[in-house]
Nanobody
Framework: QVQLVESGGGLVQAGGSLRLTCKAS????????MGWYRQAPGKQRELVATVTDGGSTNYADLVKGRFAVSRDNAKGTMYLQMDNLKPEDTAIYSC??????????????WGRGTQVTVSS
């Protein structure tokens, strides 16, 4: 079973930058699409960005041009570079992955999340 652990969150002033990391561990046949999601207090979880194992990316309109998602398949790691952060980016950021196990059966796994707080 694959597990995901996020890191890199913290407190930053508006206009600043943070880089989040999502590290996968465990045994799998493949890790397919990975994604970043966020949930602000009192709001539903929303998609931030996704990246396929081939490197194709997709972004929510609110973060286009400010955030960049990437991954290192050899390290089983996904990154989220967040620039020009705004107070409305404050949320718990979680990563997930579409995993195929050794029997080629797919499942979704989530990390616990990391807090990002942007002060004005």
């Amino acid at each position: 079973q694959v597990q995901l652990v996020e890191s890199g969150g913290g407190l930053v002033q508006a206009g600043g930058s943070l880089r989040l990391t999502c590290k996968a561990s465990g045994v799998a046949y493949s890790i397919n699409t990975m994604g970043w999601y966020r949930q602000a207090p009192g709001k539903q979880r929303e998609l931030v960005a996704t990246v396929t194992d081939g490197g194709s990316t997709n972004y929510a309109d609110l973060v286009k041009g400010r955030f960049a998602v990437s991954r290192d398949n050899a390290k089983g790691t996904m990154y989220l570079q967040m620039d020009n952060l705004k107070p409305e980016d404050t949320a718990i950021y979680s990563c997930n992955a579409d995993v195929s196990d050794l029997r080629r059966q797919s499942y979704i796994v989530w990390g616990r999340g990391t807090q990002v707080t942007v002060s004005s």
